[in-house]
């Protein structure tokens, strides 16, 4: 988890200073707790207010990190249940008040991963020497190859077989940097993740100059027929609304129910999508909060297409790839290509599968190379080249948000020498990271192939604007693998386990029977089958993880559940 890959910086955002909530249970204030990031444990520090308009809003701060007053979004607060949003980092949080221990009870979520995370009142962090705002230099200059080198070599420590490349340009000259004993080049490919988001809104952005599609089309008309999308108070969600992340659309399906986590869109396909959306019930107005969904940008490349009665990949290559000369930018690699590709670690230096997007690859599924991403970069600051007019109407469509600015496809905060233009990227084993600062005419691309935090972002903010690089500690040891001896239950032993399995009141894992096998589906997720090790004793195949139903008196009251080592109770309903 890399919380400093937000800017946080003075300049940047405001700082919204709080004290210990008056009231235990009301939002306002100040609420702290420690994360465990498998083994390593990190203070969070959450601060709320009340706006003028009577709205909850508030940041985030990491001291452990240096990151401080990340702004949220999304935050709803009552009596009983606390949630939010962290924009910025791709995170959100959702807790109830637990009135014996004074604290928010919840989950906090970021890049598929659920950790437990309990605030109670606390103080913010005094602005120490050792914790002070990092503040941003107003003359940064790009460090040279050596310093860059020696920032990837550092990062690279302790990480066998992780690989980065950096990429800069400025004023028109382009470079690529990775460390002394790399085994990259700049035509090694990575998959870089999110960064595709950016490529479909310029897509958009294309077809919307050509005159093959308007921003504010109703997505619905561009659909199958019969196929329909959630609407809310007479709206309809439109082309706009996916690429600026203010849909009402989740993060991801909740019909999404991977057979191997390690490849979790691979098997989702077009029918599951559509189903999805005919089903969805959308929590809040169309328009009126940020909210990061892999599944709207996903949705997006897939209506592009079909409204230019194409593929997702052709239509890309077509009308942004081919024009500006992105002969290792691609979905499906060549043998060439396949051959330059490098394999991806998981965040315990496991070595991990590749990522097939099937039909939300608009959402994440390129690869690219840095000498291709250079390209990019130089292109989408040269107001002549063949994608200027994409890029201005990307920059020149935003909405403000709490700290940031959402274009279409772009992320856009500011920074003493003017805004950063920026998008990262992840996918199980990949990290990646692009920025641009027109005002100075430079831009950089951080790749990797491994999703071991601290990752790319940082190091290429730093060489962009001078933002502070994160220590990286000692990579986590993997956690055992579960035991997978199976043996054959009746349908009747079956039915003893199913039921509703509680975390805490706003999260649970409901296991269900289909036939002859055992499924279980954690709040806010597909469901995944489980399979017996005895008539207590179940396992995932996709995922390290285990559940262990406890009796009293031969009933089934509760369960353990574990995955990667870290086990929770839960409460039968």
């Known amino acids: 988890m890399n919380i400093r890959s937000h800017i946080g910086n003075a300049g940047i955002v405001a700082a919204l200073v709080a004290a210990a909530p008056a009231v235990a249970q009301q939002a306002d204030g100040y609420w702290r707790g420690n994360l465990d990031l498998n083994g390593t444990s990190l203070t969070i520090g959450v601060a709320l207010e009340r706006a003028a308009d009577g709205a909850l809003v508030g940041t985030l701060d990491s001291p452990d990190q240096k990151a401080f007053d990340i702004p949220l979004s999304e935050v709803v607060a009552d009596a009983d249940t606390l949630s939010f949003s962290v924009p910025a980092i791709g995170a959100a949080y959702s807790g109830t008040w637990d009135a014996e221990a004074e604290a928010w009870q919840g989950v906090f979520r970021q890049a598929g991963m659920q950790f437990p995370l309990t605030l109670s009142a606390g103080q913010p962090p005094e602005r120490t020497a050792e914790v002070e705002q990092p503040s941003l230099p107003d003359d940064w200059e790009m460090p040279g190859d050596d310093a860059i080198r020696t920032a990837i070599t550092d990062r690279l420590a302790g990480r066998p077989g992780a690989e980065m490349i950096v990429g800069t340009v400025e004023a028109a000259n382009a470079r690529t940097i990775s460390s002394d004993e790399a085994s990259v080049n700049a035509r090694t490919l990575f998959e870089i993740g999110s960064m595709t988001k950016v490529f479909t809104g310029l897509l958009l952005a294309d077809m919307v100059l050509y005159g093959t599609v308007s921003l504010d089309d109703p997505v619905e008309s561009y659909l199958p027929d019969g196929a329909t999308m959630p609407r809310r108070d007479g709206r309809q969600i439109t082309l706009r609304n996916l690429s600026q992340q203010d849909s009402g659309l989740p993060r991801l399906p909740d019909n999404l129910s991977p057979s191997d986590v390690t490849d979790p869109y691979a098997d989702y396909t077009e029918a599951d999508l559509l189903g999805f959306l005919a089903a969805y019930e959308l929590p809040r107005e169309i328009g009126s909060q940020y909210g990061y969904s892999n599944l709207g940008v996903g949705l997006l490349g897939y209506v592009l297409a079909r409204a230019a009665k194409s593929d997702f990949e052709t239509l890309l290559q077509t009308r942004i790839l081919d024009p500006l000369g992105m002969e290792d930018t691609a979905i499906t690699l060549t043998p060439d290509q396949q051959g330059r590709f490098i394999g991806g670690f998981d965040e315990y230096m496991r070595p991990t599968s590749a990522w097939n997007l099937a039909v939300l690859a608009g959402a994440g599924g390129l690869r690219s190379t840095a000498r291709d991403m250079d390209i990019f970069l130089k292109a989408a600051l040269d107001p002549e080249s063949p994608i200027a007019p994409a890029m201005k109407l990307t920059l020149g469509e935003t909405r403000q948000w709490p700290g940031f600015k959402a274009g279409l496809g772009w992320m856009i905060t500011m920074a003493p020498a003017g805004e950063v233009i920026g998008h990262g990227g992840g996918t199980g084993g990949f990290r990646s990271y692009m920025g641009l600062q027109p005002a100075t005419g430079r831009g950089v691309v951080a790749l990797t192939n491994s999703a071991a935090e601290p990752s790319a972002q940082d190091i290429a ?91 009293d008196n031969g009933i089934v009251t509760g369960a353990t559940f574990t995955q990667d080592g870290a086990s929770s109770p839960l409460v039968k309903e």
């Open 461 to 551: 903010l730093h060489v962009l604007i001078g933002a502070p690089i994160a220590e990286a500690k000692a990579v986590p040891e993997a956690p055992t693998g579960v035991d997978r001896t199976e043996v054959e239950l009746s349908q009747q032993q079956l039915d003893r386990v199913t039921g509703t399995y509680r975390f805490n009141p706003d999260l649970a894992l409901v296991v269900t029977r289909k036939g002859d096998q055992l499924m279980a589906a954690i709040t806010g997720q597909g469901a995944l089958p489980i399979f017996p090790r005895s008539e207590t004793e179940f396992f995932w195949r996709a995922v390290n993880a285990e559940i262990v139903f406890a009796e």
